[in-house]
Structure formats: C-alpha cells, structure tokens
C-alpha cells in the first residue's frame, strides 16, 4: 500500500488539478491527501472521478487558507478518526483487515 501526500497550494485552476490526475496515474497510491486545497470542501470531493478514486473526504478550506483532502478505493477501508481544519485523522485497513 502506497500514500501520495501533496501540498498542492490550491485546487482552484485547471493545470493543478491536470497535475495531480497525472501525478495519481503515474504513482498509482492507494491513497491521495491533499494538503492547501484553499477551495470548499464540495469542489476536493467533486474531484474522485476525475483523480480516478471511489471515495473522498474533504475539509473546507477558511477563505484562501488551508483545506484537506483525502482519496481512496474500494480495495481498501478507510475509517475517518477525528478531524479539524488542519488535519484528518483515518484508520487504513488492507483487504485482509490489518491496519
């Protein structure tokens, strides 16, 4: 299982966004986080498909500060812990259940 961890400062402009499908392709993680999204939480989750994840959780970013963002697959459970607007907290679990 790999994780792909970007501070993409802002998710707001297409070649961003181009950048980071390119980036998902290529590394193939089994989990994407976005750090800075500096966008509304409707707009990081919007994005699954186009990043070619099953599932995402967001948190808003505070005017043009901050954001998070998180991406997975069915292949692997993710339970969401705790979380703020400066992190998110989740238990990952492989198909055969050990964290």
Known sequence: MSCLSWNCRGLG????IKELRELAKDVAPSVV?????QV???RVEGLKQ???FDNSFAVS???RSGGLGIFWNNNIRVTL???SQ???D???QEGDGDP
């Open 86 to 88: 400066y992190h998110i």
């Open 61 to 63: 970013s505070s005017c």
């Open 33 to 37: 986080c976005v750090l800075e999204t």
């Open 13 to 16: 402009n297409a070649t961003t």
């Open 81 to 83: 812990l705790p979380y």
């Open 50 to 52: 186009t990043l070619g």
């Open 90 to 92: 989740v238990l990952v």
């Open 40 to 42: 509304h939480k409707t």
